[in-house]
């Protein structure tokens, strides 16, 4: 039987054996997938590290902070767009009051 290896990709013929088949092609691509590095094993090992947990907290506060940016820059590009092509001003107060939270007193 055919089997593709989970590691290399590369195809080969898997041994029958009493059990599950293998997913490797050989003793390298088991190797490389025991000590593969990922995310649940890092967490695993440096629950208790404050160094680590302070470097991660900073990471994810970082592309949080620059995520919310883009969503920020990209929602008033469309608002400026549909502004831009309002033809009158029945138009602009009716999107400025469906998209922009403004107090009473600024449409006076």
Known sequence: MLVKCKI???EFEAEKTAGRVSGFCSEECRRKARTKVNTKS?????????EFRKKRIADNV???RKRREARKEQAMQ????????AKS?????????KKVRIKSQYYA
């Not at 890092?42 to 404050?50: C, S």
């Not at 469309?78 to 092509?85: D, I, K, M, S, T």
């Open 8 to 10: 290399c990709g590369k």
């Open 42 to 50: 890092l967490l695993k090992r440096y629950h208790n590290d404050e």
């Open 62 to 64: 970082i592309g949080n």
């Open 78 to 85: 469309e608002l400026c767009e549909e502004l831009y092509n």
């Open 89 to 97: 001003s029945g138009d602009i107060r009716a999107i400025l009051e």
